[in-house]
């Protein structure tokens, strides 16, 4: 399962690896090896760009007819798109292990991935949106209720995700809104696991966390030998999950005009290395 996943986020960008010499900015003002993008599964960057300002529309437009919206755009690519399929009836194909009543998943890029397994498994959908109400969906290609004019006491839910970094949305928004509708969650599906304590914040909380694959060093051992990135990006990978704050002390020793050649390009480069500064990232 994993292989076809790791060979997908590659080909679509999901997950983009630095040259050696120029690390990405994080907004945390942090440098890092690669970037994850889940959503660009959907077909690619440009797509996925796309296809999440549409959603921010659709939302502004209506709360109650969004959801629908949203998975007509969805079932569109789920039809045309080879990738986006096999992630779709693989994320069906975990939750159909799982006991729930219903699927969720919240606002924005949760609904690449909750809505197709929720159509594919006949099961009701519940639309969460950042302001922490929620629509619920009989059937996702039909029209929403408000979730407070349905009773979902007793229910489970099974929410299903993009990506888990530290489970912050879930801790502050998405389980809370759940079990303040009387549901229950004890499970949840993401198509990729940071590795960064998300799993461990669930599991505090009563969740356990299925993931299709996991940012560690058996995803780029599979794609060094696949070809996907060269030795030298894989040991600055392996390094970075070591420890970020160590890969970043370390390039910036390795390469002491990083910085100020940051601040020279300006713009988005500019204000992150004055972050880095502001927050003591910088102090080699």
């Given at each position: 399962?994993?292989?076809?996943?790791?060979?997908?986020?590659?080909?679509?960008?999901?997950?983009?690896?630095?040259?050696e010499n120029q690390p990405?900015?994080?907004?945390?003002?942090?440098?890092?090896?690669?970037?994850?993008?889940?959503?660009?599964?959907?077909?690619?960057?440009?797509?996925?760009?796309?296809?999440?300002?549409?959603?921010?529309?659709?939302i502004a437009d209506s709360k109650l007819t969004a959801p629908e919206d949203i998975f007509d755009?969805?079932?569109?690519?789920?039809?045309?798109?080879?990738?986006?399929?096999?992630?779709?009836?693989?994320l069906?194909?975990?939750?159909?292990?799982?006991?729930?009543?219903?699927?969720?998943?919240?606002?924005?890029?949760?609904y690449f991935f909750s809505m197709m397994p929720a159509y594919l498994l006949k099961k009701p959908h519940l639309t969460i949106y950042k302001d922490m109400t929620a629509v619920y969906s009989e059937s996702i290609d039909g029209p929403a209720v408000d979730s407070k004019d349905i009773d979902l006491k007793g229910k489970k839910a099974l929410h299903i995700a993009d990506l888990i970094t530290e489970a912050s949305s879930y801790e502050r928004a998405w389980i809370?809104?759940?079990?303040?509708?009387?549901?229950?969650?004890?499970?949840?599906?993401?198509?990729?696991?940071?590795?960064?304590g998300g799993r461990e914040v669930l599991k505090n909380l009563g969740v356990e966390l299925h993931a299709l694959t996991g940012i560690n060093k058996d995803l780029f051992d599979e794609a060094e030998n696949n070809g996907l990135i060269n030795e030298t990006q894989k040991t600055m990978i392996l390094h970075f999950l070591e420890s970020p704050s160590d890969y970043m002390t370390a390039f910036l020793k390795a390469n002491?005009?990083?910085?100020?050649?940051?601040?020279?390009?300006?713009?988005?480069?500019?204000?992150?290395?004055?972050?880095?500064?502001?927050?003591?990232?910088?102090?080699?």
């Amino acid at each position: 399962m994993e292989d076809k996943i790791i060979e997908s986020l590659f080909a679509t960008n999901a997950i983009r690896v630095a040259p050696e010499n120029q690390p990405f900015w994080y907004t945390s003002g942090r440098l890092g090896p690669f970037f994850i993008n889940t959503h660009f599964l959907l077909e690619n960057e440009a797509a996925a760009g796309e296809v999440l300002k549409r959603i921010e529309k659709a939302i502004a437009d209506s709360k109650l007819t969004a959801p629908e919206d949203i998975f007509d755009m969805m079932l569109a690519y789920y039809n045309k798109n080879g990738t986006f399929k096999m992630v779709s009836d693989k994320l069906a194909e975990e939750a159909s292990k799982l006991d729930f009543d219903y699927i969720s998943g919240g606002e924005r890029r949760d609904y690449f991935f909750s809505m197709m397994p929720a159509y594919l498994l006949k099961k009701p959908h519940l639309t969460i949106y950042k302001d922490m109400t929620a629509v619920y969906s009989e059937s996702i290609d039909g029209p929403a209720v408000d979730s407070k004019d349905i009773d979902l006491k007793g229910k489970k839910a099974l929410h299903i995700a993009d990506l888990i970094t530290e489970a912050s949305s879930y801790e502050r928004a998405w389980i809370p809104v759940i079990r303040g509708l009387g549901s229950e969650i004890t499970d949840t599906v993401a198509v990729v696991d940071r590795h960064q304590g998300g799993r461990e914040v669930l599991k505090n909380l009563g969740v356990e966390l299925h993931a299709l694959t996991g940012i560690n060093k058996d995803l780029f051992d599979e794609a060094e030998n696949n070809g996907l990135i060269n030795e030298t990006q894989k040991t600055m990978i392996l390094h970075f999950l070591e420890s970020p704050s160590d890969y970043m002390t370390a390039f910036l020793k390795a390469n002491p005009g990083f910085i100020a050649g940051e601040i020279a390009k300006g713009g988005k480069n500019k204000e992150r290395a004055e972050l880095a500064i502001e927050k003591g990232f910088t102090n080699v």
